[in-house]
């Protein structure tokens, strides 16, 4: 017998008792006085409380049963489709797939926010929340066979992991990208909605699903909260500089050993899409500084493909000689690049072709240059730690591990800045203001705001540790009193107690120092950088 060809109405739940398999559930209602939920909980509450149990489960199967009542081709056709696709969130895993291709690190961010929130939000629901109330799922008596899915669940029916899923993904990505938030929460719905009307839910376990969901996803937020929303003005100005299709003028100094050999891997493709530029490879006995300046001295643009210290070489040479740069991201993790609008490969590619480029900022630190971040002290044992998990864990998660060793491990130092007297266990200083704020500083809207980002951080007793927990879990992290941040063209840092500390800058360790003199060189580089345009 085909599909549609089958009785209206059929009972196929077989959890429920010999003697109500056949009859509609109203009726089981009504004879019974109480749904599943209820009526192993009638000996054990109070008279009053179990009434109270059973009005909700009355209103339940009401709601249940008007919406399985409906007829609508909506409800026949496309509702069981979607639920199907939602199996396994593979519905949301796809949504966070296309944003994971997308250009704009935002939507990245978002993809990896919607997944962790969907793996946290799944464990609750069906580790947790499912296996302490066994709820019996719906009669499917009511539902027309036209409408059920292809696979009938066998779990407990609290909560729904589906709309569990669906709120956490939604919410998590509007974080991010609150454009997509009303959509997502749309979409959300109706697969929500899809699990009453294929008979797999009540309404109550998606209400509960969604609620925990969103609320996963809201904790999320507290622990590392989403960038800001990028203002109208950020986006720097574009320079039109000469087009180089064939990369006629450009040097291009690399470093073959960078990232198991990625460096050779991006020379062979640059070579292949600029094949007339002129290509100088570094050695173990290279002097980088010297190659980078004679490289520079006779280029019209220079380039670089290496880690984030090559890459600090070649701006220092291009600064000097006023030549622009232009970077092959070909390190590990290829922040500058990231931030400057040259990764991936084909953007850095495409740049130098058609000659977009922008001015960026060079901050010093005790007059020696660093692109992205410097750090003293224990901040370098807390990036270290950071960036060995992050590949497997997610940067998120593994700043906040690194967080946690590092302020178990810590001792602190007392610093004097601008006539202010902290100890910190923490200090963090980046070249332009990083997003988002706290200490799982990520990205840089842009490169050229003028400005050092300084974030201390002090955490000197277990009482502080365990307040600025507190802070993290309720997003209060930037109002606890032990957390420092300032932004300023330049800045000096007295190390008053626990000197001298080692200088770390771009992730390579440097001198030891008393005394950090900070300043900006700003909008002194001109870097190619992709126009947006596909």
Known sequence: MHRHDAPDRLRVDPDHPRELRLRPITRVVREYGVMPLANHRTRLVPDRVKRLMQDIDQIDVSIFEGIAATRSPALDKALPRLTDVADHSVLWLGVAGALGLSRDRRAKRAAVRGVVSIAATSLIANQLAKRTNRRARPSLASVPLVRLSRKLPSSASFPSGHAASAAAFATAVGLELPVLSLPLRALAGLVGLSRISTGAHYPSDVAAGWLLGTTVAQVGARL???????????????????????????????????????????????????????????????????????????????????????????????????????????????????????YPLRDAITAVKRGTAAKVDLAYLNDRLFLNTASIGVYTDFVAIRERNEQRIGKPLAALYAGLRTLVRSRPITVRVDDRTVRVDLLFLGNSEYEPHGFAPSFRERLDDGLIDLRMLDASSLGATLTILVSLL????????????????????????????????????????????????RRALTVYRHDGAF
Request: proline share 7%.
């Open 474 to 521: 309720t997003g209060q992290l930037g109002r606890h009193k032990r957390y420092h941040e300032i932004h300023a063209p330049s800045l000096q840092i007295e190390i008053v107690r626990g000197g001298p500390v080692r200088i770390a800058r771009d992730g390579e360790l440097g001198e030891e120092a008393d005394v950090l003199d900070l300043r900006v060189d």
């Open 224 to 342: 590392v909260p989403p960038a800001e929303p990028p203002s109208a003005v950020q986006r720097p100005d574009l320079l039109q500089l000469t087009e180089r299709p064939t990369g006629d003028g450009v040097v291009l100094v690399v470093n073959p050993a960078s990232h198991s050999g990625e460096g050779e891997r991006v020379l062979d493709k640059v070579r292949e899409e600029l094949p007339d530029l002129e290509v100088v490879k570094l050695t173990e006995d290279s002097d980088i500084d010297r190659v980078m300046r004679e490289s520079a001295a006779r280029a019209a643009v220079l380039g670089v493909a290496g880690g984030d210290g090559t890459v600090r070489a070649a701006a220092q040479a291009a600064r000097q000689e006023q030549v622009p740069l232009a970077v092959f991201p070909a390190g590990t993790f290829n922040h500058f690049a990231k931030d400057a609008w040259s």
